[in-house]
């Protein structure tokens, strides 16, 4: 029994827990049409492509699995969520596209400027964006919630002005690579893998991750003890904002266009869930960034579950906050202080019924 408590209190447990938990729940339904137990592993090539549900899943979920790099950074320095991820997407993805297309808007097959240009120009964007949030949190202390709730209305709302309210079209192959395959490989898996390798890296070889944390547990006692709290709140929504300019690229590749008014729409919840579903605090400070990439996929593994079991997907963002709703209320410290409560109660019992026996 002290074995699976000692489990159950690992950081990695409710990630690896949960992505368990759907896939069993498609093991058993594959069972129950008639199919293979392990259909849901296949992996085969089709048309010289990497194939099957778990590539699926790890493509389809690249951009939420980069949004919660960020996400993940941002909750642990600030203790607040950067509800502006998904806008700011969509503006970098406008951005990108319209200088692309020059003046061939909003159809072009032609780039107007190098690809790298258009590349560095969503990559820049979204440090602004990012700049522009963390300027608000770290240096006016504005509550992160309200601070990045701006651009959550406005980027959107400035990527329409950007692509003059079209949706602009980039039918080229260079540009379609970043969404596409490299290979028989996706992309997406492939910048994902990249963007979490170099930010793991940076976290583990320096003492970045240690200042993070510190900052998060205790601002005021890190600033004492001579950290610059301000600059490592502002560097950790930079990184944010770059995190979703990658996105936002990776997903207007993907579709080869700029559609401002549904990229990255409700991603924000998403990334958000990626890192409670890691087993972070919402209220900051330890972080476990694996913890964080295994709750975007899985995230990404339930969304693909709901569509093979029929559930429409204008539903799927109801079971997203109804899991979001239990796992901030499990971290809530009433019901933490409950639960140690009744341990310390049986414990104490135990001890009693121990003396009583002797």
Do not use: H
């Amino acid at each position: 029994m002290s074995k699976l408590k000692k489990l159950t209190k690992q950081q990695l447990f409710l990630p690896i827990f949960c992505m368990l938990l759907v896939l069993c729940v498609n093991i058993f339904y594959d069972v129950s049409q008639g199919r293979d137990f392990y259909d849901f592993f296949k992996i085969y090539i089709q048309n010289d492509m990497l194939n099957g549900r778990i590539i699926n899943i790890l493509n389809r979920g690249s951009e939420v699995a980069i949004l919660a790099i960020g996400m993940t950074l941002v909750v642990s320095a600030s203790a607040g969520t950067d509800i502006s991820v998904g806008s700011v997407m969509a503006l970098s993805a406008g951005v990108c596209c319209t200088l692309l297309a020059g003046a061939a808007a909003p159809q072009a097959t032609e780039l107007a400027v190098p690809l790298i240009v258009g590349v560095l120009a969503a990559l820049v964007m979204g440090c602004i964006c990012g700049a522009f949030n963390g300027a608000l949190v770290a240096y006016l202390n504005i509550q992160p919630m309200v601070a990045t709730l701006i651009l959550w209305t406005a980027a959107r709302a400035i990527g329409l002005l950007v692509c003059n309210n079209l949706i602009v079209y980039v039918r080229n192959d260079a540009f379609a690579v970043f969404g596409g395959y490299i290979g028989p490989v996706p992309t997406p898996i492939i910048i994902a893998a990249i963007c979490i390798a170099a930010v793991t890296i940076v976290l583990k070889k320096s003492a970045m991750g240690m200042y993070i944390q510190s900052v998060g547990i205790n601002r005021r006692a890190s600033r004492i003890a001579g950290l610059n709290s301000q600059k490592i709140i502002f560097l950790c929504y930079v990184l944010c904002g770059l995190c979703a300019g990658i996105a936002g690229l990776v997903a207007s590749s993907r579709i080869t266009s700029a559609d401002t008014n549904n990229i990255g729409l409700n991603y924000e919840l998403d990334a958000i869930l990626a890192v409670a579903l890691g087993g972070n605090s919402l209220a900051g400070g330890r972080f476990n960034l694996a913890g964080s990439i295994i709750g975007a996929y899985t995230i990404q593994a339930i969304t693909t579950t709901m569509y093979n079991l029929g559930v429409s997907s204008a539903v799927n963002p109801v079971f997203k906050a109804v899991i979001v709703i239990i796992i901030v209320a499990v971290q809530a410290p009433p019901v933490k202080a409950y639960f140690k409560k009744m341990s310390a109660k049986k414990q104490a019992e135990k001890e009693v019924k121990g003396a009583v026996g002797v």
